[in-house]
């Protein structure tokens, strides 16, 4: 079946796949423990999912999650964004145009980067399947394998210990801690955990912007003279605090990595450029979708400066994408924090990327590979417009 999929998505160079409409849906997937930062605690994931249609009956699929705290967008904004503006302005588009579609997808309103990648993501899965090949050959090919890290969430000491273990266990070799609430319980986490499962993973922390620069400094400096080795500590201050990113850059050992203070291309120069920053965390729904993420990656390729691929809470749809950009561009992402689906009860997402622990495998099927998808509630236009 998927070999005739894959013959049928071979077009010739007078063919064309034109955009002719679309469904939109939600996902809703309870998560398997509640997911706790410095920031907000969830206990389910949820997404709104896009199915674009084309004239040829090929379809593609986007997804984004509401992370209002990080992006400013909510579910209702994101159908409205979808639904009323950048479906609009590609609508009888030929996907084969690839650049100006994604341009026309990128200048339709301001900011609004979830939508955005949402239609993106969708856009790309249709042109890949339009060349009959995997999207991760499309973008450049590579080894379609990649292993992610495993969030361990903020909780009381012992809880994140056992779930370090656990986690170690079941074959995690690297293991990103929640920190960024109360600095001196948050040492103590992480001096746990190491003793814990440092010589079965590696260490890393996500303060989600929860200390100051003087915090992280002090933290950090605690840690590094205590014996304990951390692979790096994402975002510890203010997304819109670069100065103080460069401050603690600048004061530690420690490996410092960017995520809220870079979102686009332009901002991934300027962190570089004043070293406020060793690393960049790449997300496709910060980016405004695989567009930009492929040119943060060769910018920060150019500085040689490593990043990371990873994702919000999401299902595996928008996290199908991200580990087809990881791939293709393996040269500057050189890790991977997309352990989103391992973190839910079910994965909703028939074929594709498959999402087996810590090893994430791509197919050889065309574009995102996605053959179903259950569990999804499709909207009208008037519930949506109100969600």
Request: aromatic share 4%; proline share 3%.
């Amino acid at each position: 079946a998927a070999r005739d999929f894959a013959l049928a998505g071979r077009r010739t160079r007078d063919d064309t796949m034109k955009i002719t409409g679309f469904e939109l849906g939600k996902l809703r997937i309870p998560l398997k423990m509640p997911f706790k930062t410095a920031i907000r605690t969830v206990d389910h994931m949820e997404d709104v999912v896009i199915v674009l249609e084309t004239d040829t009956g090929h379809k593609g699929f986007g997804s984004a999650p509401a992370t209002a705290v990080i992006t400013g967008e909510t579910h209702g904004s994101i159908i409205e964004a979808i639904r009323t503006i950048i479906l609009p302005a590609i609508k009888n588009e030929d996907i084969q145009n690839l650049n100006h579609v994604v341009d026309l997808i990128q200048g339709s309103l301001y900011k609004n980067f979830s939508a955005k990648a949402a239609v993106e993501i969708a856009v790309y899965d249709l042109f890949a399947q339009s060349l009959g090949a995997p999207l991760y050959k499309i973008l450049g090919g590579g080894e379609p394998v990649l292993s992610t890290d495993l969030t361990i969430s903020i909780d009381y000491i012992d809880k994140m210990v056992q779930d370090a273990v656990d986690a170690a266990d079941r074959g995690f070799e690297a293991l990103k801690i929640k920190v960024g609430k109360d600095m001196r319980v948050d040492i103590e986490r992480v001096k746990a955990i190491y003793a814990a499962v440092s010589d079965r993973a590696l260490i890393r922390l996500d303060a989600n912007q929860g200390w100051t620069p003087k915090q992280t400094v002090t933290a950090l400096r605690e840690l590094e003279n205590s014996g304990v080795e951390i692979e790096f500590i994402e975002q510890p201050v203010r997304g819109n605090d670069v100065a103080g990113m460069k401050y603690v850059t600048e004061r530690v050992t420690t490996s410092v990595m960017a995520d809220e203070s870079s979102f686009g291309p332009r901002e991934v120069i300027d962190l570089i450029q004043m070293r406020g920053a060793d690393i960049i965390n790449i997300k496709l729904m910060k980016t405004g979708g695989i567009s930009n993420a492929i040119k943060i990656a060769d910018i920060a390729a150019l500085y040689d400066v490593e990043c990371m691929m990873g994702c919000m809470l999401e299902t595996a749809i928008g996290v199908s994408a991200a580990a087809h950009v990881a791939v293709a561009k393996a040269n500057s992402i050189t890790r991977v924090d997309l352990d989103a689906p391992s973190l839910a009860t079910v994965n909703p997402v028939v074929g594709g990327v498959a999402f087996d622990g810590a090893e994430i495998s791509i197919s050889d099927a065309p574009g995102l590979g996605i053959e179903a998808i259950s569990e999804l509630s499709m909207l009208n236009f008037d519930k949506a417009a109100a969600s």
